[in-house]
């Protein structure tokens, strides 16, 4: 193969299980590499590829990794297991970080034909909700949310987003009633929505036309959610 056809790409790939870290690496085939990726069942959510940059040369991805740790090694997970020290190709930055380094690289050697960005699909982009749904869920059971701190009383009704035809009424602090059975926010919004995942319950419920996550964080910048 000559040098100036395509040896393999360098990759950035995200994933919405750990959204503070992008995977860079070097692939001959990249629909190859995502299908070993996405084999194991222990990552919630799937690899997708944010961008490439096609090279002539294998394993250039190592000039920027090291160009990387270079910048700033703090940014590399390194981890030690059984006494061994474990050097991955993630790094703790933004996606737009990783793809300014490798545009940069690209304008510099005259070759931004050979990097491309995709644009998410449509279950990608679910995912990426759903994941950020989960992290907030995370912390909402840290500090759950509570309609007295909200100032909305026991008896007001709450509304389904999107589904208007589901009113619940507050119970107490922490639950609704509908149709005769208490619930959390989140439980009876998973449950209309036939959803497998956890919700964040307060992004989905309406108060007075409101959701009731706005109304917490206004109160909470206002010291009122107190």
Known sequence: MSAAKKAGVI???????????VKIGYATNIENRLKQLNRSECIPFAFRVYATYDVSTPLQDKELHSLIDRL?????????????T???EFYAMTKEDAYALLE???KLSGTMDKLQRLTPEGH????????????EEAKERKAPFSFIKCGIPMGAEVVLQNHPEV?????DDR???YQGKAYSL???AQKIMQTTYPLQGPVHWLYQGRKLRDIRVEREEAGLYE
């Open 186 to 188: 989140s439980a009876l």
């Open 11 to 21: 990759y950035i790939l995200t994933n919405p299980s750990f959204p503070d870290y």
């Open 124 to 135: 990608e982009i679910a995912d990426e909700e759903v994941a950020a749904e989960i992290q």
């Open 104 to 106: 940069s690289i690209a």
């Open 86 to 88: 474990r050097t991955k």
């Open 72 to 84: 700033n090694p703090d940014l590399r997970a390194i981890d030690t297991f059984d006494g061994k």
């Open 167 to 171: 009113v619940a009424v507050v119970k």
């Open 175 to 177: 639950q609704i009633e």
